[in-house]
């Protein structure tokens, strides 16, 4: 059955209607929670006040809906499923010569396309709130309304200089003022290819503008040579505030279109871009994942005899499988994370057991 026949966008309309119900009560339920959590953790700070506490739940709100996304989507389309054989339109579709898979066919297109619209449009937007999430968090704890970046720990950052020389740069505090990054206690290290020591460089402050670094109050180490002290010393660079930052802060809060440029400069820079890499992956899974767990409602809603007993069925069945895939995936995605299976398994392996176990059960009733 074609998507855009009449049946196809009549189940078109079903489903998105029933997503954007169960998105908005969701959604309801974790802000409240959010706003409650926060209100106890700020309950002895008489200098927060409830505007703060909303602009933290708002601005952490999109990264918890976003893990519980899939679960949205399938209790979507268990409702639907569930009123469609509820009011006998099921076994009337199923009378006019409709298979299973006709059936489900604009059902598994609209729910790709909002996959799709999830990782293009919403994720971008969901990254940028939690990044902000992430800063005034940083604020409330440090009690500086100012605070930018979100880090006490320094910072390591390591760059290619050219084919033969790569820069290690350490500081032991960074802070942002406007569009300049302010480092202090700054140790540079020049080391060629075979990891050999050719110069290091410390400072007491320096600057990152624009393209290059400020150091101020030098002294200079070479082997063989007396220190050397100068008040100013540049350090050419390819980084940005921004590409610091996200030193500071989860994948997460990098968006879909900005991850392959962070990847690269990882690559490049010698770190490692592994968490990105299973971060872009997963993205990129998404529409994937949804379309299973539209399987699997269908797995335990679509049947023509709902009236009898069916509910608890469907509901005891379909919120067990679901927690039951989402543990597998959170274990599966651990194992990728410390590198005992390859990223590509960790993000796809969840997916397809759960789609190609869903498709067979499908068949098996297709058949019956």
Not at 12 to 21: G, V, W, Y
Not at 200 to 226: N, S, T
Not at 262 to 271: K, L, N, Q, V
Request: charge should be positive; aromatic fraction near 12%; hydrophobic fraction near 50%.
């Amino acid at each position: 059955m074609k998507p855009t026949s009449i049946l196809g966008r009549y189940l078109t309309k079903q489903i998105l209607i029933n997503f954007i119900a169960v998105l908005l009560m969701v959604t309801g339920v974790i802000l409240m929670f959010e706003v409650i959590e926060l209100l106890r953790r700020t309950a002895d700070r008489p200098d927060v006040d409830m505007w703060f506490v909303m602009k933290m739940a708002f601005s952490k709100m999109p990264r918890t809906f976003e893990m519980v996304f899939p679960f949205i989507m399938m209790i979507a389309a268990m409702v639907t499923f569930w009123k469609i054989s509820r009011n006998n339109e099921f076994v009337i579709i199923r009378a006019a010569g409709v298979s299973i898979w006709g059936f489900l066919a604009p059902l598994l297109v609209t729910v790709f396309l909002v996959g799709i619209v999830n990782i293009t449009i919403i994720n971008p937007i969901s990254s940028y709130l939690y990044e902000v999430y992430e800063t005034l968090d940083y604020r409330f704890k440090t009690k500086n309304p100012k605070a930018v970046l979100f880090s006490n720990k320094g910072l390591w950052i390591r760059e290619a200089v050219d084919d033969d020389t790569f820069l290690v740069l350490e500081a032991k505090s960074v802070r942002q003022e406007g569009d300049v990054l302010l480092l202090r206690t700054v140790s540079v290290l020049e080391i060629d290819r075979q990891s050999q020591l050719k110069k290091r460089v410390e400072a007491y402050a320096a600057e990152l503008k624009k393209d290059k670094f400020e150091l101020k109050d030098v002294k200079i180490y070479e082997a063989g040579q007396p220190v050397v002290k100068v008040n100013n010393v540049d350090y050419k660079t390819t980084l940005t505030i921004d590409r610091i930052k996200e030193n500071f802060i989860d994948p997460e809060a990098i968006s879909f279109w900005d991850l392959p440029d962070t990847i690269h400069f990882y690559e490049m820079s010698g770190f490692s871009a592994l968490r990105h890499q299973m971060r872009y992956m997963s993205l990129w899974n998404s529409p994937f994942l949804l379309c299973a767990m539209l399987l699997v409602a269908a797995v335990f809603a679509l049947r023509p005899n709902n009236r009898r007993g069916g509910v608890m069925y469907l509901i005891v069945g379909g919120i067990t499988t679901g927690f039951l895939v989402y543990f597998l995936s959170q274990v599966i995605y651990a194992f990728g994370i410390n590198g005992y299976i390859s990223p590509f398994l960790a993000v796809w392996t969840p997916t397809l057991i759960v789609m190609m176990i869903s498709i067979s059960v499908l068949l098996h009733m297709e058949e019956g």
